[in-house]
T-cell receptor
Framework: SQQGEEDPQALSIQEGENATMNCSYKTSINNLQWYRQNSGRGLVHLILIRSNEREKHSGRLRVTLDTSKKSSSLLITASRAADTASYFCATVPGYSSASKIIFGSGTRLSIRP | ETGVTQSPTHLIKTRGQQVTLRCSSQSGHNTVSWYQQALGQGPQFIFQYYREEENGRGNFPPRFSGLQFPNYSSELNVNALELDDSALYLC??????????????FGPGTRLLVL
């Protein structure tokens, strides 16, 4: 079963607008990561936030983490057509003795020119 | 480019057959994880290999098996293929440290179609 669930499942915005995607998870985590996937190809790591961090930035990306609500958000500012992709949150459960990453079902982001 | 390669890129098999998928890790990485991604879904963890031994497994039956070689490349073997095995198979390499799993670097995937 999925640990993380992204919301919304699909998002369509105008180029230049900001895109916000949310992720909720069920168990305690060591860290949470966001990945991007273009058209069924391999995933590209975007950003990692640890369980003791609340916010992290990388270029146009901003990630927040609220461990009390078991949720995270990914904000992409000033979106571009090239940002069109699927975005996945992935968690490393705190209980796991193995290094196992659990992915959510993803948000499909479409940027309209 | 992550430096992780997979072969073949596409594969068509029939039900009941066996398949072997291959993955070459990024240089310096000692851990390989395999994922199955059905259409429209997120990747599902199959298993992970660290220093040639299985280091965790997801909810997949024993007909899914793997190997990791001394050069840290890896194989995923699936026996008795079923129609539901049709998916994109992704491998990811990483460097296992003292703490839990860090960033994984994904290959482009192998798309398997079972008829």
């Amino acid at each position: 079963s999925q640990q993380g669930e992204e919301d919304p499942q699909a998002l369509s915005i105008q180029e230049g607008e900001n895109a916000t995607m949310n992720c909720s998870y069920k168990t305690s985590i060591n860290n949470l990561q966001w990945y991007r996937q273009n058209s069924g190809r391999g995933l590209v790591h975007l950003i990692l936030i640890r369980s003791n961090e609340r916010e992290k930035h990388s270029g146009r990306l901003r990630v927040t983490l609220d461990t009390s609500k078991k949720s995270s958000s990914l904000l992409i500012t000033a979106s571009r057509a090239a940002d069109t992709a699927s975005y996945f949150c992935a968690t490393v459960p705190g209980y796991s003795s193995a290094s196992k990453i659990i992915f959510g079902s993803g948000t499909r982001l479409s940027i309209r020119p | 480019e992550t430096g992780v390669t997979q072969s073949p890129t596409h594969l068509i098999k029939t039900r009941g057959q066996q398949v072997t998928l291959r993955c070459s890790s990024q240089s310096g990485h000692n851990t390989v994880s395999w994922y199955q991604q059905a259409l429209g879904q997120g990747p599902q963890f199959i298993f992970q290999y660290y220093r040639e031994e299985e280091n965790g497994r997801g909810n997949f039956p024993p007909r899914f098996s793997g190997l990791q070689f001394p050069n840290y490349s890896s194989e995923l073997n699936v026996n008795a293929l079923e129609l539901d095995d049709s998916a994109l198979y992704l491998c990811a390499s990483s460097l296992m440290g003292v703490s839990s799993q860090e960033t994984q670097y994904f290959g482009p995937g192998t798309r398997l179609l079972v008829l």
